[in-house]
Structure formats: structure tokens, C-alpha cells
């Protein structure tokens, strides 16, 4: 299970996702070329996106087909707290791993 959270650049919590999302096959095999924000999570690592990666992030999420890798709950939790890092600077979206 990947879990997700906003955080500020001294690791302040300022938002908890609702909701994780399993680390499928369909995920781990997404076309690295393509997809290389979501190709990069991993359910036995954190992963962080900045400010600037963010963009790239949610641009994949509308390129990726529905019901591919991420079901539509888990993308639009990923979009909301998204826009909760676009909000002030320093702001970070994080993937949790186990």
C-alpha cells in the first residue's frame, strides 16, 4: 500500500491523503519513457515531488487510460492533494511506502 501526504520543507504534515492504493503489476510495469513520474513510485520506498514535478505528475494522470494502474479514487485523491502543494511554496506531495 502507497499512502500520500503533503509536507512542508520542514516536514510539517499539512495534508493526509484519504486514501492509498496498492502497488500493482499494471503499475510497476508502466512504460518508463511515458510515464516516468508514476513509473518511479515503488511500495517499499518514499517518494517525494516538488513544486516543479508536479505539473509532469498530474499530466501523466490525464494521459494514463482509465482503469490503468490507478484506479479513478486513487487519481483524484493525488490531484487534490496536488493542488494542496501548489498552494505556498515549499510545499512537497509524498508517496509513503512501507
Excluded at 5 to 21: C, K, L, M, S, W
Amino acid at each position: 500500500m502507497i499512502d500520500m501526504q503533503v509536507r512542508t520543507e520542514q516536514g510539517a504534515i499539512v495534508a493526509q491523503g484519504n486514501r492509498g492504493f496498492d502497488w500493482s503489476q499494471e503499475l510497476i510495469d508502466l512504460d518508463r519513457s511515458a510515464y516516468p513520474m508514476l513509473s518511479g513510485l515503488c511500495a517499499f520506498l518514499d517518494t517525494m515531488f516538488n513544486l516543479r514535478q508536479l505539473p509532469s505528475l498530474l499530466d501523466e494522470l490525464d494521459r494514463l487510460p482509465s482503469g490503468v494502474a490507478l484506479d479513478d479514487e486513487s487519481r483524484a485523491e493525488i490531484r487534490r492533494l496536488c493542488e494542496v502543494a501548489r498552494v505556498e511554496p515549499h510545499r512537497y506531495l509524498w508517496f509513503l511506502g512501507d
